[in-house]
């Protein structure tokens, strides 16, 4: 059974453009978490979709949006490029809504830079 | 306000001992815990979690330690091996039904042969 799957793998963008990064869940999953990882930091919450709806966000400015699909899948779009958005975009995605428990299973990421 | 810090940023070990990662956490209203690997380029790796209704879970050379008198998570991997070099972290969810994992910055644990 396929993990949680990301895409571009990897992507340049010049400051002030906007990217967008897209997520397919774990079959039968329906909740969607992305992360952002800066280079030598933690794992900073973003955004958590379920049933898509956004359900709960981190202390990020609003260029930082996205949306769930009707399927699961989910996209992250960042406006505005600023050079410390470079990072390494995770996602994750457990089964139906949140509870603690459950699991939730991270992509390999997709790595952002902004020249 | 809510943290989740380790107290040794690098551990490093011999192939075949045993490795002991530590976790403090501040938040006591945290009910959910988990420890993620998370090896160069790559995503995290779910290796085990706990409820705070328990103070210890075993999982495959794993085992997962819950103070929650001193709000305290440890990590014990046994016989480690070359393969268990990564970065691990803690997370703990403190917001209940409302997702909020909150990661620690992790901890590098380096096996030498």
């Known amino acids: 059974e396929a993990g949680v799957t990301q895409s571009p793998t990897h992507l340049i963008k010049t400051r002030g453009q906007q990217a967008t990064l897209r997520c397919s869940p774990i079959?039968?999953?329906?909740?969607v978490y992305w992360y952002q990882q800066a280079l030598g930091l933690g794992l900073q919450f973003l955004l958590w979709?379920?049933?898509?709806?956004?359900?709960n966000r981190g202390n990020f400015p609003p260029r930082f949006s996205g949306r769930q699909f009707p399927n699961y899948s989910s996209e992250l779009n960042v406006n505005a490029l600023e050079l410390e958005d470079s990072a390494l975009y995770l996602c994750?995605?457990?089964?139906?809504?949140?509870?603690?428990?459950?699991?939730?299973?991270f992509g390999e990421g997709s790595w952002l830079t902004v020249v | 306000g809510e943290s989740v810090g380790l107290h040794l940023p690098t551990l490093s070990v011999q192939e075949g001992d045993n490795s002991i990662i530590n976790c403090a956490y501040s938040?006591?209203?945290?009910?959910?815990f988990i420890w993620y690997k998370q090896e160069s380029g790559k995503g995290p790796q779910f290796i085990i979690d706990?409820?705070?209704?328990?103070d210890k879970r075993q999982g495959q050379r794993v085992t997962v330690l819950l103070n929650k008198t001193v709000k305290h998570l440890s990590l014990q991997i046994a016989a480690t091996q070359p393969g268990d070099s990564a970065v691990y972290f803690c997370?703990?969810?403190?917001?209940?039904?409302?997702?909020?994992?909150?990661f620690g910055k992790g901890t590098l644990l380096t096996v030498n042969p």
């Open positions: 994750a995605s457990s089964s139906r809504g949140w509870s603690s428990g459950n699991t939730i299973y």
């Open positions: 079959s039968g999953h329906t909740s």
């Open positions: 979709y379920d049933e898509g709806e956004e359900r």
């Open positions: 938040n006591s209203a945290s009910d959910y």
């Open positions: 706990i409820r705070s209704n328990m």
């Open positions: 997370a703990e969810n403190s917001g209940g039904s409302n997702y909020k994992l909150t």
